[in-house]
């Protein structure tokens, strides 16, 4: 399924970073907007891995039988919180629907109960997250530093991280095809 470019930032929303971002934790992201609205923005990373040893009081992790959790740098504000971006629909959960088949939020014994379940959801386990005031982030894309698309339960759980951002920008075709074909390090070239 190709990704049409979207001229409407909203819930849903894939921002893709440009080129113009040429460092740090943004170079190369692939960022979910999970609200937005005239108060702000706020979104999660997708494509960033993190590789951290989590507390077992909140996660046995020699109880993890799901093979569908991932940790993800979700952005740079509050990065010792946690949030659950997932697939599961469980109308006793209270989640918000970010776009088809994909929920943010749950609690503790969700978390447990599904890491637990060798058949349970994809689960992002998102530490931090992004945030912008009121016409912020409108201003960073009407500047260039990011291209948008619509959000997809394959793109987001289904596309490996480390391919992510040049796959959605080869999946837009045309000068974004381009554009996924520009290396990492400008100065090998």
């Known amino acids: 399924m190709d990704l049409i470019p979207s001229a409407q930032i909203q819930k849903g929303t894939l921002l893709i970073a ?5 460092s740090g934790l943004l170079f190369r992201s692939v960022m979910l907007v999970c609200e937005h609205n005239p108060s702000g923005s706020f979104g999660l990373i997708l494509n960033k891995t993190l590789d951290v040893e989590l507390p077992e009081e909140v996660i046995n992790t020699s ?5 569908h ?3 993800r740098a979700g952005g740079p504000v509050q990065t010792n919180q946690m949030m659950l971006l997932h697939t599961s629909d469980d109308p ?10 994909v929920w943010l939020g749950g609690d503790l014994q969700f978390l447990q109960e599904m890491l ?10 998102c530490f931090g997250y992004a945030g912008w005031g009121p016409g912020q982030l409108e201003r960073e ?3 260039g530093s990011w291209f948008i698309a619509p959000a997809t339960r394959h ?5 490996p991280p480390e391919k992510m951002w040049r796959t959605l920008l080869r999946d837009m075709g045309g000068r974004y095809a381009t554009l996924s074909m520009i290396p990492d390090d400008l100065t090998v070239n």
Do not use: R, Y
């Open 18 to 22: 440009s080129p113009e971002i040429e």
């Open 155 to 159: 793109a987001i759980f289904e596309v």
């Open 69 to 71: 959790v991932s940790i």
């Open 63 to 67: 109880q993890i039988a799901n093979p």
């Open 92 to 101: 006793e959960l209270e989640t918000m629907k970010i776009c088809d088949g």
């Open 116 to 125: 637990a379940d060798p058949e349970g959801p994809s689960i992002h386990l």
């Open 141 to 143: 894309f009407l500047d």
